[in-house]
């Protein structure tokens, strides 16, 4: 982009969103990875998202779309990146019907001001994803972004009802619809959902709800070994109980957590009505009296921080390397230990999260230093797991890591034979290559 | 003979290819009878080695094809409207993997949704989605109509219990979309091929998720004697932040043709409507939940509450629920069935306008459907050989169709657009939303060669 050129953009921004929303060059705040983009815009409605897009979709220039910023380092590098989108103006609940369980939102809503508005309805969105007091409900619906709730509620894929999008070339179109259940035509929430800004631009998302449970608990086992601890697991899973969260977690993880207790744990959060936690509870108490386990109950409030903190104890540990690896549910620790195997001497705090219901495993950790042999037996530690758990339909992304281990690895890791179809998709939404270029799979 | 047919008599065997026009009468039409549609030719395959020699075939010739499940969808998917070659998947109906320790279990299309829950209860399991057609629909069906069912209120629909799937594209290329039980990285293409009503390519391996039979289960059964109250029950019920896994609604046309058929429950024929309400959970809070919901119906009318006592009274109601379709079925030629969702909360006064428009037409409706979901299933019970009728039923579906999209609901909720709704996709979406479809579509199937003319409505003119 030549100077006047930019001066002629700039110009144009302030016309469509206003000189108070426009920034110009972003300031460090706003860089992603180490891309910083010319500038930084402010839309308020869907209809200035829709004129920046046609203006960029004419000059060809690359939009990166961002809710509170909490996932922006989630991808591979961006090619390039010109403006960067904020929803952060776009916050208003636009419908909310308590009596259908449904709600309709602007992409910047914050999940928190959403559960908060919903509270004294006894009604929710059962979302913790990392970073859950910063999240917006755009973001979350964008990143497919989930945390250990994903046990009870599933993901936000499956809360998402409709969505209004921005096209590249900044057409407006709506996928679903406000009512829970519908099969009306192709479901294109599931196309937008998980894509992560590079097919479109989510500007209001409909969700379904779900009751506010009346009560909540967590029980914690805690223990030296992992066999007893997975086995407490398996016979919770196997049991009639129905946590909404089950949660392994290593030394290092419960010494930011609970100081108290560093040592191996399970945490199991049931949230449901009072007589039901309370037996729940009880059963688990029995449980872990068979396994000869160490057993502690924090109710209500406790039970509530632990997991709040939960979702930030990336930052609590200053991580700056974080895997997430799918596999099959009963493989869960034998992927808790074989991360913690090849990361465990390269990383320091190396933090496991593992949900032995989902079969989601975190491992997150801090570089001592990055330099070159540092860096590329984290990379080889990354492709040494790739290979290992591809044999068994395993997965391993790189949620977050420095942009010297992204110039190395594709974050996410091999696609398959669908590749070409993800491709073909990109190119029928995006054929310029304007959103979010480079960020998502194969570098789509 | 085409030289494709003879092709495909290769791959299959000679007496797996149907072409007797006689015998093709038996595939002219799915469970809604007034769209028919004899196909060129029905093959049987056995693998899905098989299916991907047929499509390239008919690929190479540009003949179009479609899949059939059970052929019991509401909405003409599997019909051939513009003849081509069926795929009867009936053949393919073995469950390769039962895996408890992962919760899943991977089957072949042409299984029976039931067949899966029987093969997994002893051990303690089911599998959640359960149309009211499941004794005969199979799981590629339900895959490729997102297919739903009474106990969905809580559960979900098809799309989240499916884990991955092995598609044969329309070009014969076979990809696995989803992890199989692990998370597949990219774009969501399972998400979005569930659903697409056998339009972007033919299933062939399916991967779903098992759930544990919760502890305690308890099915009530109020009556009231307005369609009014027995509305704003389920509206007070859902509002209440409860979460039945079932909430059924079933009125007095409905009732009346159970209880004369074979599936009768004993259910009060003197009732406006009555609702069959499940709860499933822990038993500590499936108790305190019944007692709120016994009251909850009580204040909004109804006139008795009962509880199933057990086992044989609870599989007796649901009986009369999943064979009120078929007991409608008998007592007129044809059956019209629409599948309308709408705002829980515009219930009370969307239903008594449904009944306004059939007695406006002089059609005899029954209502049955799952109204905790808001997906209403007006059915009118017609003679499709009386051509004022057809006309009169046609213009009824189109009004309410309008009043459900007015009031913020949509077409379909379960049985799909398929060749019957497509003349009303433009009351929900715009051209602009449609093209995005069809852009999607055209990522799958190029050619437009797979179970063509469904779904969307396409710009140049036909006569259907
Ligand atoms: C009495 C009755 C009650 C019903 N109740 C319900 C209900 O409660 N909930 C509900 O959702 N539906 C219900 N239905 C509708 C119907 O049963 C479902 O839509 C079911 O999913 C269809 O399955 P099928 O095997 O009969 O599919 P078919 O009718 O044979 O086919 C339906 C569509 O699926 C496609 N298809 C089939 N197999 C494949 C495959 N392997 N790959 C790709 N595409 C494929 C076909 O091309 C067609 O477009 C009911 C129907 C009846 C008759």
Aim: aromatic share 6%; glycine share 8%; proline share 5%.
């Amino acid at each position: 982009m030549t100077l006047q050129g930019a001066d002629r953009i700039e110009q144009e921004l302030v016309s469509i969103v206003g000189e108070a929303n426009v920034l110009r060059p972003a300031p460090e705040a706003y860089a992603i990875d180490d891309r910083h983009p010319s500038f930084v815009v402010f839309p308020g409605t869907s209809e200035e998202v829709a004129a920046i897009l046609r203006l960029a979709h004419a000059q060809e220039l690359a939009v990166v779309p961002m809710g509170s910023g909490r996932r922006l380092s989630f991808g591979n590098l961006l090619e390039r990146a010109d403006i960067l989108l904020s929803t952060r103006r776009m916050t208003r609940i636009l419908e909310y019907e308590p009596a259908d369980l449904t709600a309709s939102v602007e992409a910047g809503c914050a999940l928190e001001a959403f559960n908060r508005a919903a509270l004294p309805h006894r009604q929710w969105l059962p979302f913790d994803p990392p970073d859950a007091n910063r999240a917006t409900l755009g973001g979350i619906a964008a990143a497919d972004d989930f945390g250990p709730l994903r046990h009870g509620y599933g993901r936000p894929r499956d809360s998402v009802i409709g969505l209004e999008v921005v096209q590249a070339d900044g057409t407006r179109i709506r996928a679903g619809g406000r009512v829970v259940k519908n099969v009306t035509g192709y479901d294109l929430n599931k196309l937008f959902v998980g894509s992560f800004g590079t097919l479109g631009v989510l500007v209001r998302v409909h969700f379904k709800l779900r009751p506010y449970p009346e009560a909540e608990a967590t029980s914690l086992f805690l223990d030296s070994e992992w066999e007893r601890l997975e086995s407490g697991a398996r016979q919770i899973l196997q049991s009639e109980l129905l946590p909404a969260a089950l949660v392994l977690a290593n030394e290092e993880a419960m010494s930011a957590l609970l100081p108290d207790y560093p040592r191996k744990a399970l945490l199991a959060r049931f949230l449901e009505m009072a007589p039901a936690v309370v037996y729940q509870v009880e059963r688990v108490k029995a449980l872990a009296r068979s396994l000869s386990l160490e057993f502690v109950e924090l109710r209500d409030e406790a039970s509530r921080s632990i997991w709040e903190k939960l979702g930030r104890l990336h930052r609590l540990l200053s991580t700056d390397l974080r895997l997430r690896l799918s596999v099959l549910p009963a493989r869960t620790v034998e992927a808790f230990c074989a991360g913690e195997r090849a990361l465990g001497e390269t990383l320091a705090r190396l933090h496991i999260l593992a949900q032995p219901g989902t079969g989601i495993v975190h491992i997150g950790g801090k570089l001592p230093i990055e330099d070159e042999p540092t860096l590329s037996l984290v990379v080889q530690a990354i492709r040494h797991l790739r290979t290992m758990w591809a044999a068994h339909r395993g997965r391993v992304i790189v949620e977050h890591a420095p942009p010297e281990i992204k110039r190395r690895v594709d974050v996410w890791g091999e696609v398959g034979a669908s590749l070409p179809l993800m491709r073909a998709l990109k190119h029928a939404f995006d054929p310029k290559r304007i959103l979010s270029p480079g960020r998502f799979v194969a570098g789509l | 003979m085409a030289s494709w047919i003879a092709e495909l008599q290769e791959i299959v065997g000679r007496e797996d290819v149907l072409t007797d026009p006689e015998r093709l009468l038996a595939y002219e039409c799915d469970g809604l009878s007034i769209h028919k549609h004899p196909p060129a030719a029905v093959v049987f395959p056995e693998s899905a080695e098989e299916v991907v020699g047929i499509v390239k075939v008919l690929w190479r010739h540009r003949v179009p094809f479609l899949a059939r499940g059970a052929g019991t969808g509401l909405s003409g998917g599997a019909v051939a409207v513009e003849g081509g070659v069926i795929l009867e998947l009936a053949r393919m109906n073995h469950i390769l993997e039962i895996d408890y320790a992962n919760r899943l279990a991977v089957v072949e299309p042409g299984v029976i949704n039931l067949m899966l829950t029987r093969a997994v209860a002893d051990a303690g399991y089911f599998y959640a989605p359960d149309p009211s057609s499941q004794m005969a629909c199979t799981l590629g069906g339900n895959v490729a109509e997102n297919a739903g069912g009474p106990h969905c209120l809580k559960y979900g629909m098809t799309v989240h219990h499916v884990l991955g799937l092995d598609v044969v594209l329309p070009n014969g290329e076979v990809v696995t979309l989803g992890g199989h039980g692990t998370d597949a990285v990219g774009y969501d293409l399972l998400g979005l091929f569930v659903g697409s009503e056998g339009t972007f390519g033919i299933v062939t391996k399916i991967t779903v998720r098992l759930t544990r039979q919760p502890q305690a289960v308890k099915t009530l059964l109020a009556d009231f004697l307005s369609v009014e109250d027995t509305s704003r029950a389920v509206s007070a019920i859902i509002a209440a932040g409860i979460l039945p896994s079932a909430l059924e609604m079933m009125d007095r046309a409905t009732i009346e043709a159970v209880e004369a058929s074979v599936y009768a429950a004993g259910l009060p024929t003197d009732a406006a409507a009555v609702l069959l309400i499940e709860l499933d959970g822990l038993a500590a809070s499936v108790e305190h939940e019944a007692e709120r919901i016994v009251e909850l119906c009580r204040t909004n009318g109804a006139r008795q509450v009962i509880v199933a006592r057990d086992e044989a009274e609870r599989a007796r109601l649901w009986a009369g629920r999943k064979g009120a379709f078929g007991a409608l079925g008998r007592i007129s030629p044809d059956l019209m069935v629409q599948d309308a969702v709408i705002p829980r909360s515009t219930l009370p006064e969307v239903l008594p306008e449904v009944y306004r428009i059939a007695a406006r037409y002089g059609l005899r409706m029954a209502n049955v459907f799952h109204a905790g979901d808001g997906n209403l299933h007006p059915n009118i019970c017609f003679d499709g050989r009386d051509s004022d009728e057809v006309r009169r039923v046609k213009e009824a579906c189109r009004e309410i169709m309008e009043l459900c999209v007015r009031v913020g609901g949509t077409l379909t909720g379960e049985h799909g657009i398929g060749l019957d709704k497509i003349a009303y996709m433009p009351l929900v979406f715009t051209d602009d939303d449609l093209e995005a479809m069809a852009r999607v579509r055209a990522v799958f199937d190029p050619e437009g060669l797979c179970n063509p003319g469904k779904v969307l409505p396409v710009r140049r003119c036909r006569a259907f």
